[in-house]
């Protein structure tokens, strides 16, 4: 099964920046949907922002609007997550994932049954 690979990850304090990114292989990124997620251990993975191949709308969970940006380059086939303003409930393991079907309605819900590529996931650790 493709892997993908996030790198980025790591501790700041209340109010710092941190951007993630992670390779996608040139087929997965013409097609389908792609996003990053977060999950808390003992909780069940989140939606953090989401987008369409070809579609330069990008969809974010209301809790990092404004902080987080997502973006694709398309010369690298890097997905990017830049967060500004990070807070100690940012903290939690966040991955990367595409499934080759359109984003959703529901794509930031249980998104283990729906996205079929995943990373290994980066920390990121945000202190008060």
């Known amino acids: 099964q493709v892997q993908l690979q996030e790198s980025g990850g790591g501790s700041v304090q209340s109010g710092g920046s941190l951007r993630l990114s992670c390779v996608v292989p040139e087929y997965e990124s013409d097609r389908g949907c792609m996003g990053w997620f977060r999950q808390i251990p003992g909780e069940e993975r989140e939606g953090v922002a989401a987008?369409?191949?070809?579609?330069?709308?990008?969809k974010y969970v209301d809790s990092v609007k404004g902080r987080f940006t997502m973006s694709f380059d398309h010369a690298v086939n890097t997905l990017y997550l830049q967060m500004h303003d990070l807070k100690p409930e940012d903290t939690a393991m966040y991955y990367c994932?595409?499934?080759?079907?359109?984003?959703?309605?529901?794509?930031?819900?249980?998104?283990?049954?729906?996205?079929?590529?995943w990373g290994q996931g980066t920390q990121v650790t945000v202190s008060a």
């Open positions: 994932a595409t499934q080759a079907r359109v984003c959703g309605i529901s794509w930031y819900l249980f998104p283990d049954v729906t996205f079929e590529r």
């Open positions: 987008k369409n191949a070809g579609d330069d709308s990008i």
